[in-house]
């Protein structure tokens, strides 16, 4: 059984373009970034207009992430500096069931916005509990990473869901912050700043020190995570710092690795489940929709890949035995699953079925975001396999039979393999077993394993 832990959020903060900056290249930019970032974290915070420089709604960007992604954990800063309590209360409600919370803030001063009559957070918080609209969405409120408790007791009073803090740097801050807020049932979301040479500078202008957990990121970012089950990252300037440390901290990314032998071949094939089939052999106690565990799963498995792929292996066998073997396969979330896999992978990724036939499958497995596929012939016929074109995919045949012990005659696999190849035209050719040899005696297996490497330099292009 596959169980998660309790519900925990992991989110990424993200500024929307500069107005001056606004165009189709910025928007592609930030929601490629979006969908990266959304692989390794299950929220996304949206800043509003930071330091007054004028940026596109985070309520914008919002609804078109939500499009997209319907899973995600939205949440939006809201500044009150420039704007009445109608606009304000006019932006809340047509968020409802787009974002989850947003967090209203007083916003700094902007020099090319003329500022209105300042509303206070708290007060506009406290309005919108009274007219319904907290328990539409949660509210939030911010507050300084080391508080005096009484000089915040007005935002208390105001009943928001919980409070984003301002950037901390110590597990005593958050300590304090949950000790005092916490046990009164408000939601603490912490905020750290990632430690990097590029963020440097926001660092120094926010009196960061991070002397203390600079070395050991992410074990310092798992002990606060642990005190409150939510944390909010930030890194500003520097996204692949981000991508690479909430990758390492909350999705373990290492397990596959090493577990591995240390006396196998370098920079070849590591085979792992594919996310349906993961989903469909294990039960989850948080995840109620089979949609949401796949899409978990997948995020979980990319980290794993990762590593993978960053400890030199250059091909990943995707195990499908699922897909195979149900009747009725969900494709849409099939093929939603391996974008996660697979977006900007650095390495060829083949999906390899076995376990049942699917010859009725095969135009939608060619259309699935992977660079090849991978066939049982023992239980897909080869008349099948060959009535389409592989012009664009990667073909693994699975010529080795592990269903048994008898040892395969080369020079009839290669003809088979040859035969094969010049009627599918595939991008490139693989050999494979049809499966894992695990359950074949040692020395057949080794015996097997022999052959195929025979077959592999006989066969043409392979």
Not at 228 to 252: M, V
Not at 406 to 429: V, W
Not at 439 to 449: D, G, S
Request: proline share 5%; glycine share 6%; aromatic share 6%.
């Amino acid at each position: 059984m596959y169980n998660q832990k309790p519900s925990m959020t992991v989110r990424y903060e993200i500024n929307p373009p500069k107005i001056s900056d606004d165009g189709q290249n910025a928007r592609n930019v930030l929601f490629e970034r979006i969908k990266i970032i959304s692989s390794v974290c299950n929220g996304i915070h949206l800043t509003d207009s930071v330091l007054g420089i004028p940026r596109v709604s985070p309520f914008e960007i919002a609804k078109q992430i939500r499009e997209s992604d319907k899973n995600i954990k939205l949440t939006c800063s809201l500044r009150v500096r420039d704007k009445n309590l109608n606009d304000i209360e006019k932006i809340v409600e047509q968020s409802v069931g787009t974002v989850d919370g947003i967090l209203v803030l007083m916003g700094d001063k902007s020099d090319t916005v003329l500022n209105k009559n300042e509303l206070i957070p708290s007060q506009v918080v406290k309005t919108l509990n009274d007219n319904g609209l907290g328990k539409k969405l949660e509210l939030f409120l911010s507050i300084p990473s080391n508080p005096n408790f009484v000089k915040i007791q007005k935002k208390i009073d105001a009943k928001p869901a919980g409070f984003f803090t301002q950037v901390i740097h110590s597990k005593e801050q958050i300590e304090k912050i949950s000790d005092g807020l916490g046990s009164n049932g408000f939601k603490i979301i912490p905020c750290l700043l990632l430690p990097s040479q590029n963020n440097l500078k926001s660092a120094e202008f926010l009196k960061i020190d991070w002397s203390n957990y600079k070395e050991n990121i992410s074990g310092f970012i798992n002990e606060i995570h642990s005190i409150t089950n939510d944390i909010l990252i930030t890194s500003p300037n520097d996204f692949k710092r981000a991508y690479e440390t909430i990758s390492k901290a909350f999705t373990g990314g290492n397990t596959v690795q090493s577990n591995l032998d240390s006396s196998l071949p370098k920079n070849k094939t590591a085979a792992i489940p594919e996310p349906f089939t993961f989903a469909e052999l294990h039960t989850s106690n948080e995840y109620k929709r089979k949609e949401d565990f796949v899409i978990n799963l997948a995020k979980m498995l990319r980290a794993e890949i990762d590593s993978l792929v960053k400890s030199g292996f250059e091909v990943i066998q995707l195990l499908a035995p699922s897909i195979a073997y149900n009747k009725e396969v969900d494709f849409g979330l099939v093929s939603d699953a391996l974008k996660i896999l697979t977006n900007g992978l650095e390495a060829k990724t083949i999906l390899h079925t076995y376990f049942g036939d699917v010859s009725t499958k095969i135009e939608s497995l060619l259309d699935l975001p992977v660079s090849g596929l991978g066939f049982d012939i023992t239980t897909t016929p080869v008349s099948s396999i060959e009535k389409h074109s592989f012009s664009d995919k990667i073909l693994t045949v699975g010529i080795i039979n592990s269903f048994n012990t008898a040892i395969e005659k080369p020079q009839e696999c290669i003809k088979q393999i040859d035969e094969i190849n010049a009627k599918t035209k595939p991008k490139e050719s693989y050999v494979s077993n049809n499966f894992d040899l695990e359950y074949v005696p040692k020395e057949f297996a080794m015996n097997k394993i022999s052959v195929l490497g025979e077959i592999a330099r006989g066969a043409k292009d392979v």
